[in-house]
């Protein structure tokens, strides 16, 4: 029989196949259906067993990384943060993002940059204006969330009840180059001032970023995937 992660994974090949050509097009049926696909998905699904989360909550390193699948379109990996930990807001160029929560329950602020066309090149100095979202607890029941390159693209996100895991599918991977534009890279930020913003009926705040360094103390130890091979 199929297992549900070799569905979600032909999906997501389907959807982002391609994906680093010039005239690549995100088909939106495709979209909709791998997002209906990996709400869906459960710990048991990739194998996460309470061993393995309660190893991670033991071990040193702030968060476990179970790579499953990466190729030119799409990275699919196992995230898996120990309780209390925060993953320091950080960027996805360019990129598609979906994100299930398959344990425990974490915190997502989301920011959308505001030249909002997802090409854009950070310099290192460069102080960047960005809509922060309210925050949004999610836990293993809820939908996936999802960024694109303009919307919700930057985030930081908290372990409020660890360990927690979900399951993530990017594309294009990070490190892959689009179209002789270079590597992609993972950049991280820290906010300097917010302002309420008033034209708006969401809670958002209007927020000015900086880049910083990664963070040293922020690392991951890589485990194994258990669950079902995708052929
Ligand atoms: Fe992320």
Known sequence: MTS???VLWKQALKTFSGRNSANFKLCQKNFEKLRALINNISAEDVKLEKQ???????QSAPMCVIDIFENQDITIAVFILKHGV??????????HGLLKVIAGVIKIDSYSMQYADGDHIIKPN?????????????????????????ERNL???SCVEGPAAFLDILSPPYNVDEYGKGSRLCTFFRIISSQRATNSDEKTENVQLMVIDSPPDFYSRSLKYLGPPLR
């Open 126 to 150: 460069e102080e960047i204006t960005a809509v922060k979202h309210p925050g949004i607890i999610v836990k293993d029941n809820d939908d996936a969330c999802v960024l694109t390159p303009s």
């Open 155 to 157: 985030h930081e996100i």
């Open 52 to 58: 393995v989360l309660d190893f991670v909550q033991m």
């Open 86 to 95: 925060t993953m320091p807001m950080h960027d996805h160029p360019g990129m």
């Open 4 to 6: 549900a992660m070799e």
